[in-house]
């Protein structure tokens, strides 16, 4: 059974820090592409960040510069870094497994964010 389990959200002041976790299960987790995503209150569901099973990271064009995305393979997690944070990074951010090779593509339950003005 896989799991994904997201932890690190919260209320945060705009011009904040937060640091978001994702901590994986079930899944050979070296192999997986590892995505964070975000869904605002009437917005569609977005990618935020992606880092592919080599370590090579995109970003939505909103967050360079503010977010990073890393992995601990040893640990089977995904972080994601995120500074400057604005209210419109106000969302529930979910974890993402994916793997073209195996087929597979998971998601965790998300946690919300939510930036004060």
């Known amino acids: 059974q896989v799991v994904l389990v997201e932890s690190g959200g919260g209320l945060v002041e705009s011009g904040g820090s937060l640091r978001l976790s994702c901590a994986a299960s079930?899944?050979?987790?070296?192999?997986?592409?590892m995505g964070w995503h975000r869904q605002a209150p009437g917005k569609e569901r977005e990618l935020v960040a992606r880092?592919?099973?080599?370590?090579?990271?995109r970003y939505a064009d909103s967050v360079k510069g503010r977010f990073i995305i890393s992995r601990d393979n040893a640990k089977n997690t995904v972080y994601l870094q995120m500074n400057s944070l604005k209210p419109e990074d106000t969302a529930v951010y979910y974890c993402?497994?994916?793997?073209?090779?195996?087929?597979?593509?998971?998601w965790g339950q998300g946690t919300q964010v939510t930036v004060s003005s």
């Open positions: 079930g899944i050979i987790f070296s192999i997986y592409s």
């Open positions: 993402e497994a994916g793997s073209s090779l195996l087929g597979g593509d998971y």
């Open positions: 880092i592919n099973r080599g370590g090579g990271t």
